[in-house]
């Protein structure tokens, strides 16, 4: 069977996997991040896939690229806030920002 | 199977694996280490998938920005020289059943969906650069003024949280 859009679509979907898999486990919040950014990593490889065998113009590229933005956004403002966290708590373990706990 | 199988059985393997480690690993530059084949695995597979130019700039952004900007968050929140660098789980057991759960759904899902494939799809590569740079410019110009400046005020805004004592 030759690689086609199943494929990559599954490949996606392995990697989307482990991406929620580091969220839901880890108490660091840099390694929650991590998992955040595979997550997105998965959803590129789709749009690109589909740009590449379903809608063969190049919408799903552009839609990609928009995503790669707001990663790195996302991802600038997180670490400011991890270091706040830091400094707040002198740890980046999840499981003690609970303040707002009842 | 062809050559181009080949390529992308091992770039799909090199990516997971690398996938894998940065969720398995305790130490959390580690972590970051795997992150980073991670990234260059799916450069890998944009290339193969005939999107040049967006290989070039996920090699660009990912790892040379994005992984950077985790690494200093690695470093500075972690007391490199006392602390050792280990990172917890919790509830390891059932996220991996609700997770493999979740993975199996999709891979039926996307096994018995008849895809709407065009036929042509295989078609000869074509460089992709002009043409996106062409669409940025008139289909897409609002949603590239919108980002740009959403990460503008992302940057400034993180720069602004991240300044002590404010």
């Known amino acids: ?102 | 199977m062809s050559l181009f199988d080949v390529i992308f059985y091992l770039f799909a393997a090199f990516t997971l694996a690398s996938a894998a480690l940065m969720v398995v690993s305790k130490n959390i530059v580690h972590s970051a280490v795997g992150l980073l084949f991670s990234f260059f695995g799916v450069a890998g597979i944009y290339v193969l998938l005939a999107a040049d130019f967006l290989a070039v700039v996920q090699v660009l952004v990912y790892v040379g920005g994005i992984l950077i900007l985790l690494l200093f968050g690695v470093m500075l929140t972690q007391r490199i020289t006392s602390v050792d660098m280990r990172t917890g789980t919790l509830q390891l057991v059932p996220a991996i059943l609700a997770v493999a759960g979740i993975f199996v759904i999709l891979f039926r899902v996307i096994r018995t969906t008849s895809w709407n494939i065009v036929p042509e799809a295989e078609a000869q590569f074509i460089p992709t650069a002009e043409k996106i740079g062409y669409l940025l410019m008139t289909d897409f110009l609002i949603p590239f003024e919108i980002v740009s400046v959403l990460l503008l005020a992302a940057l400034i805004g993180a720069a602004f949280i991240a300044r002590k004592g404010t």
Do not use: C, P, W
């Open chain 1, 1 to 102: 069977m030759t690689v086609g859009l199943e494929h990559y679509l599954v490949l996606s979907a392995a990697l989307f996997s482990l991406g929620l898999l580091a969220v839901i486990t880890k108490k660091n919040a840099v390694t929650v991040l991590m998992g955040i950014e595979l997550i997105l990593n998965a959803a590129n490889i789709n749009f690109v896939a589909f740009a590449r065998f379903i809608d063969t113009d190049l919408d799903g590229q552009i839609f990609a690229i928009f995503v790669i933005v707001t990663a790195a956004a996302s991802a600038a403002v997180a670490l400011a806030i991890v270091l706040n966290l830091y400094e707040r708590l002198h740890s980046i373990n999840l499981e003690e920002a609970d303040s707002l706990a009842g």
